[in-house]
């Protein structure tokens, strides 16, 4: 299968902790999405990693991509209540027709 | 109000009745996508579509068709439901194909009875 899988598949954390999600894949990539999906609602786009990049920061966001190990990890820094959702990685893979891999996701529980 | 809207949001069918569900968009992007979603699978791809009049098919596609007649419009119908058709349907669109993000709607949840 060429699905991306998220690390782990559920987290729970306190208030004020950080949470790092992990994600591999087993092809060659374009580059790779993080998205974020709230219960009973639609994904949220959080940030786009190319290939050629090894991390990239959008807020509390940080993701870095390491196409030798081909993986990738999200960490949301001081995490909210708000911040309680599923995280997915979607690598855009070369042998996929370009076409985005979908993982199960990562859900993440933030205690108050 | 600027978005991707999906209706109905609820669709209870029964087997072997054939029924669509709706896709809107109002950014004018070229790119839009059917998947579905179901417990311990990721997003699985159904159909795509780069403009309108140009459609292909995804990973699942089986039972499904879709129409791009409009940009805005993408409508997903199943032709003769079956049980195992029970899932969230999500669509999607990007103003591009490699290097934009997708933007969902909420999703249909359609239970095949």
């Known amino acids: 299968s060429q699905q991306g899988e998220e690390d782990p598949q559920a987290l729970s954390i306190q208030e004020g902790e950080n949470a790092t999600m992990n994600c591999s894949y087993k092809t060659s990539i374009n580059n790779l999405q993080w998205y974020r999906q709230n219960s009973g609602r639609g994904l949220v786009h959080l940030i786009l990693i190319r290939s050629n990049e090894r991390e990239k920061h959008s807020g509390r966001l940080r993701v870095t991509l390491d196409t030798s190990k081909k993986s990738s990890s999200l960490l949301i820094t001081a995490s909210r209540a708000a911040d309680t959702a599923s995280y997915f990685c979607?690598?855009?893979?070369?042998?996929?027709?370009?076409?985005?891999?979908w993982g199960a996701g990562t859900k993440l529980i933030i205690k108050p | 109000d600027a978005g991707i809207t999906q209706s109905p949001r609820y669709k209870i069918t029964e087997t072997g009745r054939q029924v669509t569900l709706m896709c809107h968009q109002t950014w004018s992007h070229s790119y839009m996508f059917w998947y579905r979603q179901d417990l311990g699978h990721g997003l699985r791809l159904i159909y795509y579509s780069a403009a309108a009049d140009i459609t292909d098919k995804g990973e699942v596609s089986d039972g499904y068709v879709v129409s791009r007649s409009k940009t805005e419009n993408f409508p997903l119908t199943l032709e003769s439901a079956t049980r195992s058709q029970t899932s969230v349907y999500f669509c999607?669109?990007?103003?591009?194909?490699?290097?934009?993000?997708?933007?969902f709607g909420n999703g249909t949840r359609l239970t095949v009875t």
């Open positions: 979607a690598p855009r893979g070369v042998d996929s027709n370009y076409q985005l891999i």
């Open positions: 999607a669109s990007s103003e591009g194909f490699y290097n934009s993000p997708l933007h």
